[in-house]
């Protein structure tokens, strides 16, 4: 059986990047975005699939997840974290989740008390850095 799964975010990241392996390795419960005209597209032949323009919503359902997808805005992302950390064990997030010292501190205390842990994704497949050293590497031969 899959494990249950919630998405925070459903944009062009989720859409493009994220939705193809979760969808593959999870089963999505909750999708949450406040765009309501975006959410009623995502995944619309899921029967049975709750959409939430609210994530303080979240507290009613009084459900636990096996993972929990942040893959919300940049500003957003320490919040989200912080309000989902009691449902469940495990937190992917995709951009900075913290902006500061503080904020990482914080969430470290906060995922030790609920016993969870948050990973961080960052894609770097189009940062003009990589992509000028791969151009690099693939012109070279390098020994080991």
């Known amino acids: 059986m899959k494990k249950k799964s919630l998405v925070v975010g459903c944009g ?18 909750i999708l949450i975005d406040p765009r309501k005209k975006l959410l009623s597209k995502i995944l619309f032949e899921k029967k049975g699939l709750f959409r939430l323009t609210n994530f303080d919503r979240i507290k009613t359902l009084q459900k636990k997840f096996d993972i929990i997808f942040n893959i919300s805005s940049r500003q ?8 989902f950390l009691k449902f469940s064990k495990v937190i992917f997030s995709e951009k900075p989740g913290v902006f500061n010292y503080s904020q990482a501190k914080n969430l470290k205390k906060m995922s030790k008390n609920y016993k969870s842990k948050v990973f961080f994704g960052y894609m770097s497949r189009f940062d003009q850095n990589i992509i000028r050293l791969k151009k690099i590497l693939s012109k070279q031969k390098l020994n080991n």
Do not use: D, E, G, P
């Open 12 to 29: 062009k990241l989720f859409q493009l990047v994220h939705l193809q392996n979760i969808r593959k390795n999870t089963n999505i419960k």
């Open 76 to 83: 957003s992302s320490y919040y989200v974290i912080k309000k």
